[in-house]
C-alpha cells in the first residue's frame, strides 16, 4: 500500500516532492529500514553521545558498529571532531539528533554544511524535536543529495499513539532505503 493521501500532505507540508519521502510506522521503524541499508553486518555508524539509546540499540541488533563521538564541556555538538572521526572511522551512516535528545543541543548550519560537504555517505538528520528549536535542515536538501531527514508526529503534534514517521530525501535514496522497510506496516487509520 502507498498511502498517497498522507505523501501529498506531506509533500505539500513539506515542499518535497513525495517521491523523495518514505512513511512508516513511527520514526524508528525508518531508522531501522535506513541502518539496515546502511549499515548492518559489519558497517559503522557514527553518532554524538550522549544521544537517543535507540541508536546504539538498533546497531546492535544489527550488526552494525556504533562510533561514538562526545559532545563537548557544555554539551555542544563539536563539528570539526565529528569530521575528524568521520576521516578517521569511515562510517557508513552518520546519524546527526538535532535537536540532540537528551541534551537539546543543536547544531551550527554551518558545521552541518562542512560535513556535508566533507563526507560522501549518507547523513540522517534525526528532526524529532524540530519543531521546538530554531528550525529544519529541510533547506540542505535541495543541495546534498547524501541528507535525510527523520521526522515524526508524535512530538509537537502530539500523535505519539498513532506511530507515524517520515523520511524526506533525495528520491533515489529514499527509494534504497524503502527496499530495507518492511511493506504494509502502517495502518489506515493512522494515514
Request: hydrophobic share 45%; aromatic share 6%.
Amino acid at each position: 500500500m502507498r498511502p498517497a493521501a498522507l505523501l501529498d500532505g506531506l509533500a505539500a507540508l513539506t515542499g518535497w516532492p513525495a517521491d523523495g519521502l518514505l512513511v512508516g510506522n513511527g520514526s524508528n521503524e525508518l531508522l531501522h529500514a535506513t541502518i539496515l541499508a546502511s549499515a548492518a553486518v559489519g558497517g559503522r555508524v557514527l553518532t554524538v553521545q550522549p544521544s537517543f539509546p535507540l541508536y546504539d540499540r538498533l546497531c546492535r541488533l544489527l550488526g552494525a558498529e556504533l562510533v561514538g563521538v562526545p559532545l563537548d564541556a557544555r554539551l555542544a555538538f563539536d563539528s570539526d571532531l565529528i569530521r575528524r572521526e568521520i576521516a578517521r572511522t569511515e562510517p557508513s551512516l552518520v546519524v546527526i539528533c538535532n535537536p540532540n535528545n537528551p541534551t537539546g543541543s543543536v547544531i551550527a548550519p554551518d558545521g552541518l554544511e562542512a560535513i556535508l560537504d566533507d563526507y560522501k555517505g549518507i547523513v540522517l538528520v534525526d528532526e524529532a524535536y524540530y519543531e521546538f528549536s530554531d528550525g529544519s535542515f529541510r533547506a540542505f536538501l535541495d543541495r546534498h543529495d547524501n541528507l535525510l531527514l527523520l521526522r515524526t508526529f508524535s512530538k509537537a503534534m502530539s500523535l505519539a499513539g498513532i506511530r507515524v514517521g517520515y523520511l524526506l530525501g533525495a528520491p533515489t535514496l529514499v527509494g534504497e532505503i524503502s527496499k530495507a522497510k518492511l511493506p504494509f506496516t502502517l495502518n489506515l487509520l493512522s494515514c
